[in-house]
C-alpha cells in the first residue's frame, strides 16, 4: 500500500467507527425515550382513572347534596304551628 492508500483507509475506519458510535448513540437514545413514552402513557392512565374515580366521588357527593337540599325543603318550620289563628 502507499501511504495515500493507507491514509484514506485509516480515515474511512475512522469515519465508520464515528458512525458506528453515532448509531450506537442514536439506538440508546431511541430506547431511553421509548420507556419514558411508556412511563407518560402509564401516569397518563392512572390520571384518566383518578379523575374518573374524583367524577363519580363528586357526582356521588353532589346528589347527596341535592338530597339534603330536598329534605330540607319540607321542614315542619313551613308548616303553620297553629291554624286557629
Known amino acids: 500500500y502507499s501511504k495515500e492508500q493507507k491514509n484514506t ?39 384518566a382513572e383518578n379523575v374518573e374515580t374524583f367524577k363519580i366521588k363528586a357526582s356521588e357527593e353532589a346528589q347527596k347534596w341535592d338530597e339534603e337540599d330536598r329534605n330540607q325543603d319540607v321542614i315542619p318550620e313551613n308548616i303553620p304551628e297553629n291554624s286557629d289563628e
Open 9 to 47: 483507509v485509516d480515515e474511512l475506519t475512522n469515519s465508520i467507527n464515528t458512525i458506528t458510535g453515532i448509531s450506537q448513540k442514536t439506538l440508546e437514545s431511541s430506547d431511553m425515550v421509548q420507556s419514558y413514552a411508556r412511563i407518560i402513557n402509564l401516569s397518563a392512565e392512572t390520571l
